[in-house]
């Protein structure tokens, strides 16, 4: 399941996540930790219970291969060489835009200090070294059944782990108060996969999947922390960008335009690529009904088809 590399520097230090295959719905867990015997060991003990692992001794890997993975929870050791556990868990907290992500700390030491400063900077649990396995995976697995919970809670879109659009409405509310105090307006855009079936069609169900998931990815990474994406359904996304003027949001989405149709993809024997069109509209009267500014991003995105696709339409 995993591959084994030895980098150069001290010896093995690094057990890859690269070409990882998970097979179902099992919990991933991700595993950071440079004491490769430790690691080899909890990794074996929890696949024997069913649960998918990832297990990386290179903590600078750990942090590029986050978003590869997908955990359902983190486990850190404190101590480490090239960076501390506190690190990591500091790094990966900024990462999680819109998700929740169980962050475990594991350490040798186990002095009040370090205990405290594992809760104080986020962590949700702590765990001694060395620990009996039993009361581990206990513990794991009332972090994998918060996720779980904390997921529905949050009305992420199961697939692309984007928000929902039943979380469209709450935020619809939510920036109509805050238009009504402030008078801010805000815009908002429907993003629509260009001949999407086609890819259905010629590369398989599984492989349009990716594309939607690397694509919620790429839209998610590449808006700012207020800015909320949706998957509307199907191959449709929303975003919506607060305090956001019409010609701001325009170029932003040409941004996303020229960046995104650059990225490949690979199927079993071929590159592809794929684009989307948009239509945009700015919410000058959240008084009117959510479906009135969907009904026009969707003209305009209706104009953007039209037109050739891969392009954007006021
Ligand atoms: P256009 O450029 O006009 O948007 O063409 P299109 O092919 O993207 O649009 P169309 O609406 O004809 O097809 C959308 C396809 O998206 C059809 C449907 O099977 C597929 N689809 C919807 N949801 C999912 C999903 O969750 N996974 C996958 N793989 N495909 C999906
Ligand atoms: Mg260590
Ligand atoms: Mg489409
Ligand atoms: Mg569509």
Redesign the pocket.
């Known amino acids: 399941l995993l591959k084994l590399c030895y980098e150069n520097e001290e010896g093995p230090s690094l057990i890859s996540a690269e070409h990882y295959v998970k097979k179902g719905e099992e919990p991933t867990i991700l595993l950071i930790d440079d004491d490769l015997s430790f690691l080899m060991y909890v990794k074996e003990y929890l696949e024997q219970i069913g649960w998918y692992v990832v297990a990386i001794a290179d903590p600078m890997k750990a942090i590029v291969s986050f978003y590869d993975v997908r955990p359902d929870c983190v486990v850190i050791d404190i101590h480490m060489n090239k960076k501390t556990g506190f690190e990591i868990l500091t790094f990966l907290k900024e990462k999680l835009k819109q998700q929740f992500v169980p962050m475990v700390m594991v350490s040798v030491d186990c002095e009040k200090e370090t205990r405290m400063k594992s809760y104080e900077m986020g962590a949700d649990d702590f765990i001694p070294k060395p620990f009996d396995m039993d009361e581990f995976i206990v513990r794991i697995r009332r972090q994998l059944e918060r996720k779980k919970l904390i997921d529905e809670l949050l009305l992420l879109d199961e697939?692309t782990h984007v928000y929902n659009r039943k979380y469209l409405k709450q935020i619809y509310e939510q920036l109509k108060n805050e238009w009504l105090r402030s008078g801010e307006t805000f815009c908002l855009a429907v993003l629509?996969?260009?001949?999407?079936?086609?890819?259905?069609d010629r590369y398989g169900?599984?492989?349009?999947?990716v594309?939607?998931k690397q694509f919620a990815h790429f839209l998610k990474t590449s808006t700012r922390a207020s800015d909320v994406v949706v998957r509307f359904?199907?191959?449709e996304f929303i975003i919506v960008f607060p305090k956001t003027e019409l010609d701001v949001a325009f170029s932003i989405l040409e941004r996303l335009k020229a960046t995104f149709s650059k990225q490949t993809f690979q199927s079993e024997d071929e590159t592809f690529s794929c684009t989307f069109?948009c239509g945009i509209v700015e919410v000058t009267k959240p008084t009117e009904p959510l479906e009135h500014w969907l009904s026009l991003a969707d003209s305009a995105l209706y104009d953007a088809?039209n037109s050739g696709?891969n392009c954007i339409k006021l």
């Open positions: 697939l629509d996969l260009d001949y999407f079936k086609q890819i259905n169900h599984l492989m349009g999947d594309v939607l359904g199907g191959e069109s088809k696709r």
